[in-house]
């Protein structure tokens, strides 16, 4: 019914820049916010950043001054400019929305994307 489907992972060197995008569809009525999350390899998923309808965004500590976020409301899409990519930005970076949709108004709930990979070598 509602599908998020990234793109813009890949493999690059240490300092260069990627850009991620999320694009959701389906049977959408609002979206509140949208965020993107990363895992590593043995480590829990952690928020990278996130951001509202209002275009308030929060950024994780290690990323700050490296990515920005952003989202067009009117296509339902959320990007992430990453910029100085270090190796421990490596992970499959996951897109999410908090939405409610045209058959359930005023139910917010969760909804994932499958994840794109992320490599940045030294």
């Known amino acids: 019914q509602v599908q998020l489907v990234e793109s813009g992972g890949g493999l690059v060197q240490a300092g260069g820049s990627l850009r991620l995008s999320c694009a959701a569809s389906?049977?959408?009525?609002?979206?509140?916010?949208m965020s993107w999350y990363r895992q590593a390899p043995g480590n829990q998923r952690e928020l990278v950043a996130t951001i509202n309808s209002l275009g308030t965004t929060r950024y994780a500590d290690s990323v700050k001054g490296r990515f920005t976020i952003s989202r067009d409301n009117a296509k339902n899409t959320v990007h992430l400019q990453m910029n100085n990519l270090k190796p421990e930005d490596t992970a499959v970076y996951y897109c999410?929305?908090?939405?409610?949709?045209?058959?359930?108004?005023?139910?917010?709930?969760?909804?994932w994307g499958q994840g794109t990979q992320v490599t940045v070598s030294s």
């Open positions: 999410y929305a908090l939405l409610d949709t045209t058959t359930s108004r005023g139910r917010w709930n969760n909804y």
């Open positions: 389906g049977s959408i009525f609002s979206i509140n916010a």
